[in-house]
């Protein structure tokens, strides 16, 4: 089953986009966290992915309260990411309500460390990997990791993930299509599900995603193209079996 995932990115609380990860390039929406998730579950999503970007690059979880309020608005499933550096915040992620927690930075940071939260938490922990040019970017994209790509796919190989998402920054906020490219390079060297995000502009660039030569790509996460209307909710083909 491929799923289409809507995005809600959070800075102080407040519905925004970045252009290429950029926090200079913020885009702010007349609408409440909440009310944007009601919108989405509403109109068929399965699943909300949250991003706390204030955590991103501060390294803890800045937007609780509004997690809070979003999962006491909606039934869906919650993925969450941003600023998550210890096992503590996971577990108040989990004790909220949050179904799937996103490990990113930490993933090369202390692989340790992220190798004991996923294996304390089988199938409930996402790896986040976002790339430039197949480099892996952390610290709310503010920096590129020595780590090879290659590498931490294989690192992660044996690890009871949920699934990997694969941003690529260059298309993320950008509109301009998903690199397809990237994501079946993903999907030949993993043998996790990935869900694909950045670059949706319209009913098409999901459809391509879906229909890739790989089972591997289970979803695509959506979220300038539905909060610039692009994309309108209506349209959206949320669950697909592909």
């Not at 970007?53 to 979003?70: E, H, M, R, V, W």
């Not at 790339?131 to 780590?147: D, H, R, V």
């Not at 289970?218 to 909710?233: R, T």
Request: proline share 3%; hydrophobic share 40%.
């Amino acid at each position: 089953m491929f799923n289409v995932i809507p995005a809600i990115d959070l800075i102080n609380g407040k519905v925004v986009r970045l252009t290429q990860g950029k926090y200079d390039q913020v885009d702010e929406y007349n609408i409440t966290p909440s009310e944007i998730a009601k919108e989405y579950e509403k109109n068929g999503a399965k699943r909300i992915h949250i991003v706390d970007l204030d955590g991103a690059k501060d390294g803890s979880l800045c937007n609780l309260d509004t997690l809070k309020n979003i999962r006491s608005q909606v039934n869906c499933e919650i993925e969450v990411g941003g600023g998550i550096r210890n096992i503590e915040t996971v577990e108040t992620l989990f004790k909220l309500g949050i179904d799937y927690v996103i490990l990113g930075s930490l993933l090369t940071k202390d692989t340790e460390l992220a190798k004991t939260i996923i294996q304390k938490y089988p199938n409930k922990i996402i790896a986040g990997l976002d790339t430039k040019n197949l480099k892996i970017a952390i610290e709310g994209w503010e920096e590129t990791s020595e780590l090879p790509l290659t590498n931490m796919l294989k690192q992660l190989d044996s690890l009871p993930l949920n699934a990997i998402i694969h941003t690529d920054i260059a298309r993320d906020g950008m509109l301009n299509g998903p690199n397809l490219d990237s994501l079946l390079y993903f999907a030949n060297n993993s043998t996790h599900n990935i869900i694909a995000s950045g670059g949706v502009s319209n009913i098409n660039d999901i459809t391509s995603i879906a229909k890739l030569e790989t089972n591997q790509v289970i979803g695509v996460i959506v979220g300038k193209a539905i909060l610039s209307g692009k994309i309108k909710l209506n349209t959206i083909p949320w669950t697909t079996t592909v």
